[in-house]
């Protein structure tokens, strides 16, 4: 159970709750329409950097399958289920859902295959670029190397270092990934296998990693300077 956001959503009921309080104890009926606005905005501003990597793990990890789970076990014909989100749920919402009960499954079926296949020809053309890429910035780093280490020896091994770390964070990111098949209704590409599974996983490890290692070298420096 994620209880930490639980927790923080409690937090947001409880700032709403005591704004309206607030307003019933000096004799008026609601607070202002922007106070409610501003307390839901420092919300997501505060926790986006808990929020955003469980939404990106939610759209890529087969073992958050909430929404699915939801989908796949409900009477769709019940509305209700919507509700179970945990979402805002509109006048919308409910209209999409029930014109999408009108629909022929064969129609259903090609409207997910549109979405599915995007995602799988989004990879392929990925991997494609990525190829030339890395060969790119390899023959580049390469170049550069052989021209700094002829001027400044010292410099071109610091650099050739960074390298090597990036490396290594790469490698363990990639033995830290999960290659079990994703579960895509409608899909039936041929994308969806251990090695391109591995390779995602990996570029989000590595992500995280450099995301955090440049958190901790700004703290780092703002210390060592306030100390200095």
């Known amino acids: 159970m994620r209880l930490e956001n ?4 409690n937090e947001v009921f409880l700032d709403v709750y005591n704004l309206f309080v607030q307003v019933w104890e000096e004799g008026t009926d609601q607070p202002k329409e922007q106070q409610i606005k501003d307390a839901f905005y420092w919300y997501v501003s505060d926790y986006s950097d808990l929020l955003l990597p469980w939404r990106i793990r939610e759209g890529l990890d087969p073992k958050l399958s909430f929404a699915k789970d939801i989908i796949m076990e409900s009477d769709l014909n019940d509305l209700s289920y919507l509700y ?27 409207m997910a295959d549109t979405y599915t296949e995007g995602y799988r020809k989004g990879f392929s053309v990925m991997g494609r670029v990525f190829a030339l890429t ?8 390469i170049l550069q190397f052989g021209s700094a280490l002829k001027d400044n020896p010292v410099k071109a091994l610091k650099s050739l270092l960074g390298v090597i770390l990036l490396v290594v964070v790469m490698i363990v990111a990639w033995s830290m990934g999960s290659g079990e098949q994703m579960n895509i209704p409608g899909y039936s590409g041929t994308d969806n296998v251990p090695f391109w599974l591995k390779v995602t996983d ?7 990693f450099l995301l955090g290692a440049t958190v901790l070298a700004m703290l780092f420096s703002s210390i060592k300077k306030k100390l200095s």
């Open 202 to 208: 990996m570029f989000l490890y590595t992500i995280y």
């Open 84 to 110: 179970e989100f945990g979402e805002y749920i509109s006048e919308s919402e409910l209209k999409l859902a029930a014109f999408m009960n009108t629909l022929p499954q064969e129609t259903v079926d090609k």
């Open 134 to 141: 890395v060969v790119a910035m390899v023959a580049a780093f």
């Open 6 to 9: 639980i927790t923080i959503l």
